[in-house]
């Protein structure tokens, strides 16, 4: 386990996977919405969806930051 100092979260190929997808999505989201796309704006929310999926999918093959293969950097 980790301890007080070290949470575990946000360190992790799924983390940065999943946070990557999600902020592409949301930016192109609201370039779509300012430039009065909506069928794009909506498929933005499809991408974010997306990322939240392939997020907690890496994490369950085990590259979250419990995963047995992901093994963190040494400080």
Do not use: E, Q, R
Request: proline share 5%; hydrophobic share 55%; net charge neutral.
């Amino acid at each position: 386990m980790s301890n007080i100092g070290d949470p575990g979260h946000g360190h992790s190929p799924a983390a940065w996977t999943a946070v990557v997808i999600m902020l592409v999505a949301f930016a192109l989201g609201t370039l779509f919405f300012w430039l009065d796309m909506p069928v794009l704006v909506w498929a933005s929310v499809g991408l974010l969806v997306i990322g939240l999926v392939v997020g907690w999918a890496m994490s369950k093959a085990g590259y979250g930051a419990y995963g047995d293969k992901y093994t963190p950097k040494a400080h």
